[in-house]
């Protein structure tokens, strides 16, 4: 089952979950009837970033740590433990400062799109640690094994999203497509198109206005750019609809 804006609120695969999202896409709660409405509240920075997970009562189950788009440290029981993180801020490893090993990790020479499952005990002392943080923006969900990514969800399996591009078509033609099939090299932490060619672009005011789009060669291709502020006082509707009109010009230029 999915709200209006087609984000997934009712999930069943392994056991089911029920979702709580508020109006930037953010996924705050999440609830599992099959244990006794058990639920984790989730808080995010204003940056979107996951600053932690807790019990509906306050207490903590885990806290994160960032320096800049970097997960650098997980707060849980008997932490901190120090991350490490790959060239794209997605964690590798959870460390033991203690033990000085590797109690958590998700390996880099697995899958480019992400479909080996973590290993919660790589030192094998039988105490399981988790840790749901994936790809830039992505919690692991172990209800459905999807990657909740802000505004869409991500399915390792097959490397693409389970919904559409919520602009369609204006979006490009691979609606379900993720980061173009890069997944090495771009990033998408909101669920909604790959930002890492487009992140320092410097956006030039025009007369007029400001420039709402641009084409740029990143990595070997050329890659479609849209101003982030460009709906700054707009509506969602107006914002949607400049969006479309910005995409459609660009998509003119990458065609010719």
């Known amino acids: 089952m999915t709200d209006l804006a087609r984000r997934q609120l009712h999930a069943v695969r392994s056991a089911p979950h029920v979702r709580g999202a508020r109006g930037r896409g953010e996924r705050v709660r999440v609830e599992n009837p099959k244990q006794n409405g058990a639920s984790r509240v989730v808080l995010y920075g204003e940056s979107g970033q996951v600053l932690g997970e807790y019990l509906p009562d306050g207490t903590p189950l885990q806290e994160y740590v960032w320096v800049d788009a970097l997960p650098v440290a997980v707060l ?4 901190p433990y120090p991350i490490e993180p790959d060239h794209l801020g997605t964690p590798r490893r959870a460390i033991s400062a203690e033990h000085d090993r590797a109690i958590w990790s998700w390996d880099l020479q ?14 094998q002392d039988a105490t399981p640690f988790t840790l749901n943080l994936r790809f830039p923006g992505q919690q692991f969900d172990p209800a459905t094994g999807l990657h909740y990514n802000y505004f869409r969800d991500y399915e390792p399996a097959t490397g693409r999203y389970v919904e559409s591009d919520p602009i369609g078509l204006s979006g490009g033609f691979a609606t379900y497509g993720y980061v173009s099939a890069q997944p090495m090299l771009l990033t998408d932490p909101l669920g909604l198109c790959a930002d890492d060619c487009c992140s320092d672009v410097s956006w030039p005011k025009v007369e007029g206005g400001r420039l709402g789009g641009t084409v740029r060669c990143c990595k070997g291709k050329e890659v479609m750019c849209v101003n982030p502020n460009i709906c700054d006082g707009l509506s969602a509707d107006a914002c949607q609809i400049k969006q479309r009109c910005i995409k459609r010009h660009e998509q003119f230029h990458l065609d010719t």
């Open 76 to 79: 849980s029981k008997g932490g």
């Open 110 to 123: 697995g899958s480019a799109f992400g479909t080996q499952a973590a290993n919660e005990d790589p030192d």
